[in-house]
């Protein structure tokens, strides 16, 4: 199934390929395309986008982020799983 995407510049939003949870990228961090569900409880900030499967079980079993913690590709365009690193 095709995840919808909606595009309100600068902002794209769609739902975590793996739990649904809503997303928001900005336009100008597609560069690299990869991206993980999680938002650090205290920053507000995007968790690391390469971080390895440890270390995001590490933070889900602290209970430090919202978010499924799984990796995901973005392109602009399509939104599609994928494994960590």
């Given amino acids: 199934m095709m995840t ?11 739902a975590c390929p793996w ?3 809503m997303v928001e990228v900005h336009e100008g961090e597609i560069n690299c395309q990869k991206f ?5 409880k205290v920053s507000g900030m995007g968790v690391h986008p390469h ?6 079980l590490a ?11 799984h990796p995901f590709f973005f392109d602009g365009k399509v939104v599609l799983k994928r494994t960590y690193g």
Avoid at 4 to 14: G, K, S, T
Avoid at 60 to 67: D, L, P, S
């Fill in 4 to 14: 919808e995407i909606y595009y309100d510049r600068p902002f794209y939003h769609f």
């Fill in 51 to 56: 971080m390895s499967e440890e270390t995001a």
């Fill in 36 to 40: 993980v569900c999680g938002i650090d």
């Fill in 19 to 21: 739990c649904g949870t």
């Fill in 59 to 69: 933070i889900f079993r602290a209970n430090t982020a919202w978010g499924c913690l």
